[in-house]
């Protein structure tokens, strides 16, 4: 094999570098985001807590958070933390955002529709197609990989330029599928639980 056939796979196996990544949060700010409706963060929804980005519990209405950028085939990580009862998701190849009426008429709802990673507290849903790093409703982790509540847990979303789509759980991967892929922005769920994350990265996959 020649030297320029040798270095071109050595470029090809090598790791990502830091470059490559693009930081979705800083510890600071949720500037890389926008509430699901396009508007500004909802501060009534979202608060950045001791470097971490947390959904809020309230009695008004609530929204889903968005990137500002979208996204077609992609590498994300991020880490997670749940309370007892929590429940959330990364949603990814949005289809569509759902908006309605509060039901007590205290300002409205915004949501995401799309493939979703699910991530919480497992106790709450008996189906294992709903249980933290499936395929929300279609499809169950391999295995159960979540640390006790309270403890970060590390996720890695891959959606390949193929299609194939994989959801990691602290190191293991759980789901693998075939999708049909479009660009869209990566949404946050404020589920109306405490769950927070921290270490946002993506990267572009071509």
Request: with cysteine.
């Amino acid at each position: 094999m020649s030297l320029f056939a040798l270095l071109l796979l050595a470029a090809a196996a090598a790791p990502a570098t830091a470059a490559d990544w693009q930081s979705l949060f800083d510890g600071r700010s949720p500037a890389a985001f926008l509430s699901i409706t396009g508007g500004p963060v909802d501060p009534g929804s979202w608060a950045v807590q001791d470097g971490c980005l947390c959904a809020l519990s309230t009695t008004a209405g609530r929204q889903d958070l968005r990137t500002r950028a979208e996204f077609e085939a992609f590498e994300l990580e991020f880490d997670w933390r749940s309370p007892v009862k929590g429940n959330s998701g990364v949603k990814y190849l949005i289809e569509r955002i759902d908006d309605w009426p509060h039901p007590q008429g205290q300002g409205r709802h915004a949501r995401a529709r799309g493939r979703e990673y699910q991530l919480g507290d497992d106790s709450i849903f008996p189906q294992k197609q709903r249980q933290a790093a499936a395929l929300y409703g279609e499809i169950a982790p391999s295995q159960s990989a979540a640390r006790p509540l309270g403890e970060w847990n590390q996720s890695r979303i891959v959606v390949k330029p193929t299609g194939e789509v994989e959801h990691w759980l602290n190191g293991q991967r759980v789901v693998s599928y075939q999708s049909k892929i479009h660009r869209s922005p990566i949404s946050l769920q404020n589920h109306n639980t405490a769950v927070c994350f921290r270490n946002l990265r993506i990267r572009a996959l071509q």
